[in-house]
């Protein structure tokens, strides 16, 4: 878990050599960790301007892997819960299946807690802080780190304090996309990653730890459908970042309805929701805000790069837009965008719903 914490650390200065002390790795394992922190940080290489490909973790040759314990076969499952729309479909999904889940979180801000709350599972609250001597450092560097990656290692040695086997994450099929050249924000949340650490876990830390996304196979448009039905949670769900700022003061309790993420989630929701009803949500009509457009037109593709954020595939918000209803027609972002010729096939919702 110390080398995927690291990468919050290595970030500031980006050092030349890498040592590890008390122990080797593998040539296997320093691969992993390499593309841990090159892909994982491959948006902040991008935003900073700086080339870490000479990264190399330090590795011997023909070491054996040594017998490992072992998680018994019954399957204790945890949701990590992050305060939006996609945990709590799971959430719900498996509080109605024969398994009783536990819910647990790094961190506990206000959406997360009033989901829990919600929810009536028991839960397990795991805190994470960052070195206060970071703040100290002049001219460091700073910016993105795979922070599901991270949460990822963080859940293991959870598992085995806490005894589960089985961790529910919500990435869905949209998490694969990048957002220009091989730079993707949410590789960690990707199906690469998520294959390569399961592979990594089984063969140098434990057996029977299971990692899975459970909504993968869904498109953000199908999980936008499931959560505007679970309107228990309409109340209290935020995916805003702003409300889970690491400097508490700084947090907000909801939407701040002028980011990419609140912009990303008000569309996919307009879809299968009422105005009024997402309106009072946000305490806007981000639709019908001018100051808007621009991130709804990098969102569609029609400039600029998709955002840096945990936001959907550029087809999805097409699909989106060309299934508003027609209460929604005549706001300004909307006339704006269906303005444009999209260079795509119109897919009915149904269509869109389970093919994207």
């Given at each position: 878990?110390h080398?995927?914490?690291?990468?919050?650390?290595?970030?500031?200065?980006?050092?030349?050599?890498?040592?590890?002390?008390n122990?080797?790795?593998?040539?296997?394992?320093?691969q992993?960790?390499?593309?841990?922190?090159?892909?994982?940080?491959?948006?902040?290489?991008?935003?900073?301007?700086v080339?870490?490909?000479?990264?190399?973790f330090?590795?011997?040759?023909?070491?054996?892997?040594?017998?490992?314990?072992?998680?018994?076969?019954?399957?204790?499952?945890?949701?990590?819960?992050?305060?939006?729309?996609?945990?709590?479909?799971?959430?719900?999904?498996?509080?109605?299946?024969?398994?009783k889940p536990?819910?647990?979180s790094?961190?506990?801000?206000?959406?997360i807690?009033?989901?829990?709350?919600k929810?009536?599972?028991?839960?397990?609250?795991?805190?994470?802080k960052?070195s206060?001597?970071?703040?100290?450092?002049k001219?460091?560097l700073?910016g993105h780190?795979?922070?599901s990656?991270?949460?990822?290692?963080?859940?293991?040695?959870?598992?085995?304090?806490?005894?589960?086997?089985?961790v529910?994450?919500?990435?869905?099929?949209?998490?694969?996309?990048g957002?220009t050249?091989?730079?993707?924000?949410?590789w960690?949340?990707?199906?690469?990653?998520?294959?390569?650490?399961n592979?990594y876990?089984?063969?140098?830390?434990?057996?029977?730890?299971?990692?899975?996304?459970?909504?993968?196979?869904?498109?953000?448009?199908?999980?936008?459908?499931?959560?505007?039905?679970?309107?228990n949670?309409?109340?209290?769900?935020?995916?805003?970042?702003?409300?889970?700022?690491?400097?508490?003061?700084?947090?907000?309790?909801?939407?701040?309805?002028?980011?990419?993420k609140?912009?990303?989630?008000?569309?996919?929701?307009?879809?299968?929701?009422?105005?009024?009803?997402?309106?009072?949500?946000?305490?806007?009509?981000?639709?019908?805000?001018?100051?808007?457009?621009?991130?709804?037109?990098?969102?569609?593709?029609?400039?600029?790069?998709?955002?840096?954020?945990?936001?959907?595939?550029?087809?999805?918000?097409?699909v989106?837009?060309?299934?508003l209803?027609?209460?929604?027609?005549?706001?300004?972002?909307?006339?704006?965008?269906?303005?444009?010729n999209?260079?795509?096939?119109?897919?009915?919702?149904?269509?869109?719903?389970?093919?994207?």
């Amino acid at each position: 878990m110390h080398i995927a914490l690291g990468v919050s650390y290595y970030k500031t200065y980006l050092p030349k050599n890498i040592v590890i002390k008390n122990y080797e790795l593998s040539k296997k394992q320093a691969q992993f960790w390499e593309m841990f922190y090159k892909k994982g940080l491959g948006e902040f290489c991008y935003r900073n301007k700086v080339d870490i490909s000479y990264l190399k973790f330090p590795y011997k040759e023909g070491l054996d892997n040594k017998d490992l314990p072992s998680f018994d076969n019954e399957k204790k499952i945890v949701i990590p819960v992050g305060g939006g729309k996609d945990s709590t479909v799971v959430l719900e999904a498996i509080k109605a299946s024969k398994y009783k889940p536990r819910a647990i979180s790094v961190g506990f801000p206000r959406p997360i807690k009033d989901t829990i709350d919600k929810s009536g599972l028991d839960n397990i609250v795991i805190e994470r802080k960052i070195s206060e001597n970071i703040k100290d450092l002049k001219d460091a560097l700073n910016g993105h780190v795979p922070i599901s990656g991270i949460i990822a290692f963080i859940l293991l040695c959870a598992g085995q304090i806490y005894d589960f086997n089985y961790v529910l994450m919500a990435n869905e099929a949209s998490a694969n996309q990048g957002n220009t050249g091989d730079v993707n924000h949410q590789w960690s949340k990707s199906f690469e990653f998520e294959e390569a650490y399961n592979e990594y876990v089984s063969e140098n830390i434990i057996k029977g730890f299971n990692y899975i996304s459970f909504l993968r196979p869904l498109s953000e448009l199908h999980i936008a459908k499931l959560f505007s039905t679970l309107t228990n949670y309409h109340d209290v769900f935020t995916s805003c970042n702003k409300a889970f700022k690491l400097d508490k003061e700084k947090r907000i309790d909801y939407w701040c309805a002028s980011c990419d993420k609140c912009r990303f989630v008000f569309l996919i929701l307009a879809v299968f929701m009422k105005k009024q009803d997402l309106v009072k949500i946000f305490k806007k009509n981000m639709l019908n805000d001018m100051d808007n457009l621009k991130g709804y037109e990098e969102l569609t593709g029609l400039s600029g790069i998709k955002p840096f954020e945990c936001v959907g595939e550029i087809g999805e918000c097409v699909v989106a837009f060309n299934n508003l209803s027609n209460e929604w027609q005549e706001d300004f972002v909307v006339k704006n965008i269906l303005i444009r010729n999209f260079a795509f096939v119109k897919l009915s919702l149904n269509e869109s719903v389970t093919q994207l």
